[in-house]
């Protein structure tokens, strides 16, 4: 028997043994997650080991935690495999850049009924850490392995911009694909006056014009009422191109997928706060050409930075998600909230104004989170990290929006050890790491002792997540749980 055999090396072995809830048996073959002191591994016997690359000992076959691997693993146990959501009400993403973080996300939903989105990457952050979407994924389902988790999760390849990232997304296995249009959205327009609209208006081909004209001047529209002509010239100028794209990649999608897709449309990153005309234009035309997506994330009123929390009139913010969660109804989809790390504040109402029918994107503070176990646990590499990193902030905001200021942060020579934890909870200091993930993974002095303190301290690392995650996922619910009651 396959089980008994790996049971016994694990008895023969036990320093190895370290993940009891790994253990799985399937077709003739039993697989277990183990821990060699420096690194996890795939155990495998039986009669499917052969699919999996390692080594042999005793019976058994340890093997390296890759995409190769991940593959054999997801013919073998269908579940660590990533899926559609479609259907789940309440979905989360979960972006993790250091391919660590999933047993702790696992662990933060558990008790709520959300879904995640264990693998979600955006170019840029595959860029940035060197990682590829595979990679990505193969990290997700080791994690999901390790906890023997069989909930289902997706793989999301985040802000994806042309055809050919989204071919590179599908190929690599993502279930969810988050079109972000802003490059096909004309951000300047917003700012031209009456005039300049016309003139420019006046210019557009014929053809887009009647299509608009016709099927909009004039109408009376549920949840928005009349668009005035005035609005309606803004609007296709801004955009019509990104509505074009959208269709075109949509389409591009359903003729090459060999499996469920999620599809998102992003327009979060643009210059402009999205209006509720603006998204019900956008909504209609999808409809209109027979698209309804999974989920739409405007560009909701207010600053949703790196790391910190919301920044705005929470009142405002209310009535702005108000209106578009009206329009996402009528068309039946849900509202996607990106940046949605540490934005406290406003969960509580998204929960309540969505009944928790929402999916909201976290990314990026799952490495905040490890910082601070490396804060406590190797105060030198983290005195040297915090150095490092503002002393290459400029770099990195190149990529991030931040607004906090870099001289309002502590001096990290004048704070004892016990101290340093606090710098991640210093919105300064907190955003200055935020963004410099990149910067700091590429120096091999950082990046292998950060991991291997990880490695060390893994039930540190969760219970940080557990806890961080869980007060994301504790104030959205609350919301819903005000209208139930
Ligand atoms: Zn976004």
Redesign the pocket.
């Given at each position: 028997m396959p089980s008994t055999m790996l049971k016994n090396a694990f008895r023969a072995q036990k320093q190895l043994f370290s993940y009891a809830d790994s253990f799985f048996e399937a077709s003739g073959t039993a697989v277990a997650m183990v821990n060699d002191g420096s690194k996890k591994l795939l155990a495998v016997s039986g009669n499917g080991a052969h699919a999996f690359h390692g080594k042999d000992c005793d019976g058994v076959r340890f093997c390296e935690l890759s995409v190769q691997n991940a593959k054999a693993l997801h013919a073998l146990l269908p579940f660590t495999k990533p899926v559609s959501h479609k259907g789940h009400p309440f979905t989360i993403g979960l972006g993790d850049r250091l391919g660590i973080a999933t047993p702790g996300h696992i662990k933060a939903i558990s008790g709520y009924d959300a879904f995640p989105v264990l693998a979600q990457q955006s170019i840029r952050e595959l860029t940035l850490t060197g990682r590829t979407f595979e990679e990505v994924i193969a990290a997700a389902s080791f994690g999901v392995l390790q906890v023997g988790y069989t909930g289902g999760y997706g793989a999301d390849g985040?802000?994806l911009k042309t055809r050919e990232e989204i071919k590179m997304a599908l190929d690599c296995g993502c279930t969810m694909i988050t079109l972000?249009c802003s490059n096909n959205i004309d951000a300047a327009i917003a700012n031209a006056c009456d005039e300049e609209i016309d003139t420019l208006y006046a210019a557009l081909p014929a053809s887009v014009k009647t299509h608009y004209e016709n099927n909009y001047v004039g109408k009376e529209f549920p949840v928005i009422g009349e668009i005035s002509f005035k609005q309606l010239k803004r609007t296709v100028l801004v955009f019509y191109k990104a509505i074009t794209h959208t269709v075109d990649c949509f389409r591009f999608i359903e003729s090459v997928k060999t499996h469920d897709v999620d599809f998102e449309l992003?327009v979060?990153?643009t210059l402009s706060i999205t209006t509720p005309v603006e998204h019900f234009v956008i909504a209609n035309e999808l409809h209109l050409h027979g698209i309804t997506p999974v989920s739409v994330?405007p560009h909701f009123s207010g600053e949703f930075e790196k790391g910190i929390e919301y920044v705005g009139d929470l009142n405002a913010f209310a009535r702005d998600y108000a209106a578009h969660q009206q329009i996402a109804d009528h068309f039946g989809y849900k509202l996607s909230l990106?940046?949605g790390s540490d934005k406290f504040s406003v969960f509580s109402a998204v929960g309540r104004i969505s009944n928790c029918h929402v999916h909201v994107?976290t990314a990026g503070t799952s490495w905040l989170e490890a910082l601070r176990v490396v804060a406590r646990a190797n105060p030198s590499l983290y005195r040297r990290a915090h150095r490092f990193a503002l002393a290459n902030r400029a770099k990195a905001e190149q990529y991030y929006h931040v607004s906090t200021d870099s001289n309002t942060i502590p001096n990290i020579d004048l704070e004892s050890d016990e101290y340093l934890v606090e710098y991640l909870s210093i919105p300064a200091s907190r955003q200055t790491m935020h963004i410099t993930y990149g910067i700091l993974l590429n120096e091999a002095w950082f990046r292998n002792a950060f991991f291997a303190c990880l490695h060390t301290h893994e039930n540190d690392y969760q219970a940080e997540l557990v806890r961080h995650i869980g007060k994301h996922l504790s104030l959205l619910v609350s919301g819903k749980m005000k209208i139930e009651a």
């Open positions: 985040d802000h972000d992003s979060d990153e994330a990106h940046s994107k």
